[in-house]
């Protein structure tokens, strides 16, 4: 849900924007205001996706293996393709300085190339990690899944050429344990 929740203050704060920035003027802040109320709109859109992204993410884990019970929170972690998505929808807003272009940004694109093809999710669980780990030990929570490293808090998981690596991190704080999951296909 912190997708719906952030959209709802880019939302108030790209009202806030409007107003500064089309219907009552100030000459100094009429540009910056006019700027954020673009830039704030985007991320509106981006952050609601998210929060829609969030609310299936259980559902789209359930199709590849058993989510963790006792589930607490969920987040949806952004592929690099959708984050570079975003990077280019700001790089076109008017009075960005950001063009896309330097040596270092086509660098680290070519690196997430390889990323695009993986998917991410985390569920927060009030079960411990060697709990959660031993959940996805049993067969019948893993499917048709076989263990392809298995070494505390780190589970790697096969199915021809796809793979799922569970991480387990305990918030000590918040007295949950993170899951992590990467899932990624076409690789041997």
């Given at each position: ?22 219907v009552?003027p ?14 704030f ?21 359930a ?20 984050m ?24 680290q ?29 049993e ?18 998981l ?6 799922l ?24």
């Amino acid at each position: 849900m912190t997708g719906f929740v952030l959209a709802a203050v880019c939302a108030g704060l790209c009202v806030l924007n409007v107003y500064i920035g089309f219907v009552r003027p100030p000459p100094v802040f009429r540009r910056y205001a006019q700027t954020g109320a673009i830039v704030f709109f985007l991320l509106t859109i981006f952050s609601a996706y998210f929060g829609w992204r969030e609310i299936r993410a259980v559902d789209e884990l359930a199709a590849l293996i058993d989510p963790v019970p006792e589930i607490v929170a969920v987040l949806y972690v952004p592929t690099p393709g959708e984050m570079q998505t975003i990077a280019n929808a700001m790089a076109a807003v008017p009075g960005s300085t950001r063009t896309g272009n330097t040596q270092a940004e086509r660098r680290q694109l070519a690196m997430n190339v390889e990323g695009l093809r993986a998917r991410h999710w985390r569920l927060d669980t009030a079960m411990s990690p060697d709990s959660v780990i031993g959940f996805y030990r049993e067969q019948r929570h893993r499917r048709d899944w076989q263990i392809a490293s298995d070494s505390p808090p780190f589970l790697t998981l096969k199915r021809g050429v796809e793979s799922l690596m569970i991480y387990t991190s305990r918030d000590r704080l918040r007295s949950i344990t993170e899951v992590w999951y990467m899932y990624k296909q076409g690789s041997e």
